[in-house]
T-cell receptor
């Protein structure tokens, strides 16, 4: 079974621009979560989508948004980019099992550099 | 208090030794616990999951969970240089649905010296 895929793998943008990142989950997985990873803050939760609905959201400004499509693929968008948005953006998918005994599998990530 | 805390390390052990990685969490309602390994420049890779108090063994890895003490650990036996990586502890609050959120510690850097 193919793993989680993310595109693009690398991206360079300038301040003020916007960016859209894409994530395709493992086949059959219905939940997609997004994380930002920086050396100083570690892995931080952005949001989680399930059945095209945002179920959970982390403590990030409204410039960070996302959506999920009917085939479970997800996109996240960052508008008005700031230097501090430079990070590795990771997508993870999971089956969503009853009782919370679930496991998230990560994609390779998109390395975003804001100049 | 941080939700998930780990010693940042680096933790250095000789090849063949046992590496012990520790993690504490603040939310008593946490239900699911995971250890991920992350090599430099790569994405996290799941090593172990544990949901009940006690030990869970998988090859050279043993996860230990003590919910009363809000403590989870990972033991790596017969450590190999290829085990050198950052180990991330992650916790899920709640049992799914609206509380489904994976919270990570900042990770412990492990170095295994040949």
């Amino acid at each position: 079974k193919a793993g989680v895929t993310q595109t693009p793998r690398y991206l360079i943008k300038t301040r003020g621009q916007q960016v859209t990142l894409s994530c395709s989950p493992i086949s059959g997985h219905r939940s997609v979560s997004w994380y930002q990873q920086t050396p100083g803050q570690g892995l931080q939760f952005l949001f989680e989508y399930f059945s095209e609905t945002q179920r959970n959201k982390g403590n990030f400004p409204g410039r960070f948004s996302g959506r999920q499509f009917s085939n479970s693929r997800s996109e996240m968008n960052v508008s008005t980019l700031e230097l501090g948005d430079s990070a590795l953006y990771l997508c993870a998918s999971s089956l969503v099992l009853a009782g919370g005994t679930d496991t998230q599998y990560f994609g390779p990530g998109t390395r975003l550099t804001v100049l | 208090q941080k939700e998930v805390e780990q010693n940042s390390g680096p933790l250095s052990v000789p090849e063949g030794a046992i590496a012990s990685l520790n993690c504490t969490y603040s939310d008593r309602g946490s239900q699911s616990f995971f250890w991920y390994r992350q090599y430099s420049g790569k994405s996290p890779e799941l090593i172990m999951s544990i949901y009940s108090n006690g030990d869970k063994e998988d090859g050279r890895f043993t996860a230990q969970l003590n919910k009363a003490s809000q403590y989870v650990s990972l033991l790596i036996r017969d450590s190999q240089p290829s085990d050198s990586a950052t180990y991330l502890c992650a916790v899920i609050r709640g049992s799914g649905g609206s509380n489904y959120k994976l919270t990570f510690g900042k990770g412990t850097l492990l170095t295994v010296n040949p």
